[in-house]
């Protein structure tokens, strides 16, 4: 639409919901190799909704059985995702 014509820097596009992403049980109970896999299923789904010019989305959180595991998971993902998705 013309009307938006040099505006596409000023609008957030957003995608609500996510392919499941987690396979496993409880976010503490998963093994090195299982929250590997997750970060990388995480990141791939990001970089498809990037092509798309997508800006934000939610990403699901791993079933967590308590205040500090939900902590931890956050922890985690800000050290082993968000890192990954910058830029």
Excluded at 24 to 52: H, K, N, T
């Amino acid at each position: 639409q013309p009307e938006y014509a040099g505006k596409k820097d000023s609008f957030d596009i957003c995608w609500l919901g996510s392919p499941p992403l987690w396979e496993a049980g409880d976010f503490a109970a998963a093994s090195p190799a299982v929250l590997e896999a997750y970060r990388d299923r995480m990141i791939d789904w990001c970089a498809q909704l990037r092509g798309q010019d997508v800006t934000r989305t939610p990403l699901p959180v791993p079933p967590t059985t308590s205040v500090e595991e939900y902590i931890d998971h956050l922890r985690w993902f800000d050290q082993e995702v968000a890192p990954r998705l910058r830029g």
